[in-house]
Nanobody, 126 residues
Framework: QVQLVESGGGLVQAGDSLRLSCAAS????????MGWFRQAPGKEREFVAA????????YYVDSVKGRFTISRDNAKNTVLLQMNSLKPEDTAVYYC???????????????????WGQGTQVTVSS
């Protein structure tokens, strides 16, 4: 099991950038595929991005492609989500998640993420 703690959220204006960080603990982090999800008020949780255990493969939902970048540092047990050109529709609680399942599987079945952080609020004003 991986324990996850997100940080870096805040209130920004449209067009600004934010970098979210997810600190992980547990011996299995370096072998876990990682992801970021978000949930806006009144909406279902949305799968935003994922990165394989090695960092060699990534996935992005279409709405963030070209603006968000996911990365990881296995030596520091961290996963980052760099968010540029933020839009008001990016406003949500952002969650870090980990999965023991294969990368090709989790990008098709995001329900296979099985460890979650508590979330960090991102608010983008227009």
């Amino acid at each position: 099991q991986v324990q996850l703690v997100e940080s870096g959220g805040g209130l920004v204006q449209a067009g600004d950038s934010l970098r979210l960080s997810c600190a992980a603990s547990g011996r299995t982090f370096s072998s876990a595929n990682m992801g970021w999800f978000r949930q806006a008020p009144g909406k279902e949780r949305e799968f935003v991005a994922a990165i394989s255990w090695s960092g060699g493969s990534t996935y992005y939902v279409d709405s963030v492609k070209g603006r968000f970048t996911i990365s990881r540092d296995n030596a520091k047990n961290t996963v980052l989500l760099q968010m540029n050109s933020l839009k008001p529709e990016d406003t949500a609680v952002y969650y870090c998640a980990a999965s023991r399942f294969a990368f090709y599987s989790i990008i098709n079945r995001p329900t296979q993420f099985d460890s979650w952080g508590q979330g960090t609020q991102v608010t983008v004003s227009s």
